[in-house]
């Protein structure tokens, strides 16, 4: 099935300007959903993830599935004040000031393999972010997963450094 087919545009949402990629339309889609969590368990050859780690909220989906799929535990990486427990922060820069995202202190163990999950990769500075909470608990980025790279944005260029893989791509708004 072609997974692009199942992504909807949504213009103008959530400002005026911003085509948001709307996975919603995939995730309904038994078969679509299916060959999503396929397709990111394919691209894992001799990874030996420990966890998964996705970043709130659309990454916790397909995260928490291909989690349970290789038998690794599922982290949630979340907007401020969220995680009830003590946490780490990183700050990123938006076209418009910046944002931060923040982890579990005790969510990565020294040595973890981890998967990185978010549905779509823009500019890369979250993902960024992301990473450095990941490396700074001690794990180890073993991968970087998304359903969607607008790659007109070149966000890989921030995450050169690692092995980064996406199911749609992509070439023009
Ligand atoms: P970035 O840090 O620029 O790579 O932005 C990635 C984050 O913003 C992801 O968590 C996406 O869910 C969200 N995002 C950015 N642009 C879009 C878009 N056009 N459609 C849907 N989500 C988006």
Sequence with gaps: ?????????????????????????????????????????????????????????????????????????????????KLPAECISESYSLEYGTDKIEIHKDAIQKGDKVLLHDDLLATGGTMEAACKLVERLGGEVAQISFLIELSFLNGREKLRNYDVRSIIQYDSE
Excluded: Y
């Design 1 to 81: 099935m072609e997974l692009r087919s199942l992504i909807r545009d949504v213009p103008n949402f959530p400002k005026q300007g911003i085509i948001f990629k709307d996975i919603t339309t995939l995730l309904k889609n038994p078969i679509g959903l299916n060959q999503a969590v396929e397709e990111l368990l394919n691209f894992l050859h001799n990874k030996h993830i420990t966890k998964v780690a996705g970043i709130e909220s659309r990454g916790f989906i397909l995260g928490g599935i291909v989690a349970q799929k290789l038998g690794a535990g599922f982290v949630p990486i979340r907007k401020p004040g």
